[in-house]
């Protein structure tokens, strides 16, 4: 079983009740019927926010979650009903804390216009202008689809030996900045349309909600053969082929 059904960042923040529902308990109740139907492997679509506001300059597996928020707190107690089953000898699970995800939806209707290189990109396409709604120094690190899912095959496929915890965190293994992801977004439009695009950063425009740069470390995944391999602009060339329609 492949748990990544959730309610969005966006959502959570006003849907409080509804988060703690499908996030949290349903990722309990998919988890008896995994135990019910003797299901072997159990992975769950966790996400980075577990850890909070960065502590320090590297985040691991080992890094204490401190998470502050309704999607990250509902996340984090999917995570403990996955430890649970796992102590009960229930229901094998493995656990992935997935960094900033980017990549086309299957279709248009699939709300994850709210990822950030997707709003860039719907924005851009819309509006004829990227709008920054940050001063777009904040640095995070990205994913695309492509090796999200490199990610679920390898606990897929085979059992892996947990080596002290059922944890991964799975990124794209670099650091990016909101205003480079934009130029990147900005040049894909110049290509395809043949017309430049503006970004916009507003004079009132937000600082960074998390300023200090950091290290979201996936060390302990690669040494199970995981590589990331998306290349940003053939996503963002997918993205705005999608919106074309």
Not at 1 to 16: H, M, P, R, S
Not at 52 to 58: F, H, L, N, R, S
Not at 101 to 110: D, K, N
Not at 113 to 132: H, R
Request: with cysteine; hydrophobic share 35%.
């Amino acid at each position: 079983v492949i748990q990544a059904a959730a309610l969005n960042e966006v959502d959570c923040k006003t849907k409080g009740k509804e988060a703690l529902l499908i996030n949290g308990w349903g990722t309990r109740n998919l988890l008896d019927d995994a135990y019910r139907n003797r299901v072997k492997r159990f992975i769950y679509f966790s996400t980075f926010h577990v850890y909070g506001i960065p502590k320090t300059d590297v985040i691991t597996e080992e890094t204490p979650p401190d998470p502050v928020n309704n999607y990250s707190i509902t996340h984090y107690l999917a995570e403990m009903y996955c430890r649970q089953f796992e102590a009960e000898k229930k229901v094998k699970s493995y656990i992935l804390r997935i960094a900033n995800g980017y990549g086309a939806p299957l279709f248009p209707s699939i709300k994850r216009w709210t990822l950030v290189l997707n709003d860039l990109c719907s924005t851009a396409f819309n509006q004829k202008k990227i709008v920054l709604k940050s001063k777009g120094t904040q640095e995070r690190d990205f994913i695309g689809i492509k090796d999200i899912l490199q990610g679920v095959e390898i606990f897929a496929e085979k059992e892996v030996e947990d080596r002290g915890s059922n944890v991964y965190n799975l990124g794209g293994g670099q650091n990016l900045s909101i205003i480079s992801l934009a130029r990147a977004v900005a040049g894909v439009y110049r290509e395809r349309y043949n017309q430049g695009i503006e970004i916009e950063i507003p004079e009132d425009a937000a600082e960074p909600d998390i300023k200090a740069s950091f290290k979201f470390s996936i060390d302990k995944i690669r040494k199970l053969g995981y590589q990331p391999t998306s290349v940003m602009k053939e996503e963002i060339r997918k993205i705005f082929k999608l919106l074309e329609g």
